[in-house]
């Protein structure tokens, strides 16, 4: 795509479900903006072979930060060498059954990832099958919120999966690891041995249940388990309501972007709470919605710009939406700098334009 106008307005009108929001200036929550900001950075989604080279060289520096704490040597070049190539985590990544690799990643670059192995019993309880066989956060953006990010991701794929529990083994005197484990509520459960170079090492067995509670927010992909939630929340606003005409073209839209965009979701406490989406085939903002009981406090300002992104790296130089004059959502892409370009014929509906 050229970049630029794509689509008929009339066409962008009918499109469009832009809902009720909130602005984020009303923050009522302790702590609200500091959970906003840092969540507008983190960016959480499914790793694809694209990824692999970055996830070698991440795991590369993260492994000798962590182990070669004395300095380098030939067993453990060999191993990181050997362990951690692009070939090789790519051939990983394409095993989906078996595998899932989760990334995340904040300004475009990879910060941290999780990888689970559905096929791999615990040594202490066979039972136990599934294994987080690697979690890596780049030293730079530790005791930020990456490494729960993570795990809570690998929570919600494992809750879908209907996995009960999954495991770990961490070096005994991985210090910070068990502390972190232990912070998030895993519980020893043995011990197991990791040789390299004819030195074995004590590695301690964690587990914890999938079904523990989160209680962290983040803002991530959704994924088809998030679809119920997003047309209750779709539903329960209390502007902007879907107009009866209008509910097989946004549901035709709607399954359109489940199989080909984004929807990006901000979760908390392990429910989604609101949602923003674009229409990359014509350059609007297709929703932005918040559940009515968590409005006002900066949800839809820490979303937009993720849809509005989406359009960016589709070719769009200006994003278009509408919305029913006279509502909180008018008054929120006001004070965000969209442009008022006039009203929809079929409704009155306000047209906005913004660059991108
Ligand atoms: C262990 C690791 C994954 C933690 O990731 P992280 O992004 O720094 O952790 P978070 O910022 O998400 O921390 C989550 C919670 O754990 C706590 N925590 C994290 N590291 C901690 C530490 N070193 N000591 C005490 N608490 C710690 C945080 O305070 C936070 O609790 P809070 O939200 O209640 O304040 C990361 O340090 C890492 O990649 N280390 C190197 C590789 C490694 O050892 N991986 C594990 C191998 S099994």
């Known amino acids: 795509m050229g970049g630029g106008r794509l689509g008929r307005r009339d066409e962008i009108a009918q499109n469009s479900i832009l809902g009720d929001d ?12 500091r959970g906003w900001q840092w969540m507008t950075e983190l960016i959480y989604g499914e790793a694809t072979a694209e990824d692999a080279a970055n996830l070698a060289a991440l795991s590369t520096q993260v492994w000798l930060h962590t182990y070669a704490t004395a300095g380098v040597r030939n067993a453990f070049s060999n191993y990181v060498l050997s362990e951690f190539t692009a070939e090789k985590l790519s051939t990983d990544i394409a095993e989906k059954n078996r595998r899932l690799f989760i990334k995340c990643e904040k300004s475009q670059h990879l910060v941290g990832y999780l ?39 690998a929570t919600l ?16 005197e991985n210090h910070n690891a068990i502390r972190f484990y232990d912070r998030l509520g895993f519980k020893r459960d043995g011990s197991m041995y990791f040789e390299l170079d004819g030195e074995k090492h004590e590695n301690f067995i964690l587990r914890r249940s999938t079904n523990q509670p989160a209680s962290s927010r983040m803002i991530r992909k959704a994924t088809t388990a998030d679809r119920p939630r997003i047309s209750e929340i779709r539903n329960a606003v209390r502007e902007n309501k879907l107009s009866p005409g209008s509910v097989s073209t946004v549901a035709d839209t709607a399954l359109w972007i489940y199989d080909n965009g984004t929807f990006w979701v901000w979760e908390e406490d392990g429910a989604v709470q609101g949602f923003a989406v674009a229409d990359t085939r014509d350059g609007t903002i297709f929703g932005l919605f918040v559940h009515p009981d968590h409005e006002g406090r900066g949800i839809a300002r820490a979303l937009l710009p993720l849809a509005c992104g989406d359009l960016k790296r589709a070719g769009f130089t200006f994003a278009t939406l509408n919305t029913g004059p006279g509502t909180r959502a008018e008054r929120f892409y006001r004070a965000d700098g969209w442009t008022d370009t006039g009203r929809r014929d079929a409704d009155g509906e306000i047209i906005f334009e913004k660059a991108l």
């Open 22 to 33: 909130p602005l984020g200036h009303r923050s009522k929550m302790p702590g609200a903006n």
């Open 157 to 172: 794929a494992c809750r879908t999966r209907n996995v009960p529990d999954f495991w770990l083994s961490v070096n005994h």
């Open 115 to 153: 990888r689970l192995d559905f096929e791999s019993p615990s040594p202490s309880d066979p039972k136990v099958k599934t294994e987080i066989a690697t979690l890596y956060v780049q030293e730079h953006h530790t005791r930020q919120g990456v490494g729960r990010g993570l795990l809570e991701q």
